[in-house]
């Protein structure tokens, strides 16, 4: 039996962001709400549940989790770990 390969999740918030902009992920109206208040607040998911993140942008927490199986990854913790190496790694430059 065959099995088709998942590609992997992207690894940078940067990779996210190319990949949404050559159009490789297709949203509903909620999953885009919930991916445009991360890609302009990723602090928000660095800091908050899933539960936080869904009442900030006023969707279930479902659809947060549904978010973050569509981009690739198995878990809102795998999804949050690369939003904060993001934070880090920038904050880091600064300074």
């Known amino acids: 039996m065959?099995?088709?390969?998942?590609?992997?999740?992207?690894?940078?918030?940067?990779?996210?962001?190319?990949?949404?902009?050559?159009?490789?992920?297709v949203?509903?109206?909620?999953l885009e709400r919930v991916a445009r208040e991360i890609?302009?607040?990723?602090e928000l998911l660095a800091f908050e549940s899933a539960?936080?993140?869904?009442?900030?942008?006023?969707?279930s927490p479902t659809t947060v989790h549904r978010l973050v199986?569509?981009?690739?990854?198995?878990?809102?913790?795998?999804f949050r770990a690369m939003i904060r190496e993001h934070l880090r790694t920038t904050t880091a430059s600064r300074h």
Not at 2 to 14: A, C, G, I, N, Y
Not at 39 to 42: H, N, Q, T
């Open 27 to 30: 949203f509903t109206v909620g």
């Open 69 to 78: 199986r569509h981009i690739g990854f198995k878990t809102f913790g795998e």
């Open 2 to 25: 065959r099995q088709d390969r998942v590609p992997p999740p992207p690894s940078t918030l940067q990779e996210l962001k190319c990949l949404i902009a050559s159009r490789q992920f």
């Open 51 to 59: 539960a936080g993140v869904a009442r900030r942008c006023r969707v």
């Open 39 to 42: 890609l302009e607040r990723p």
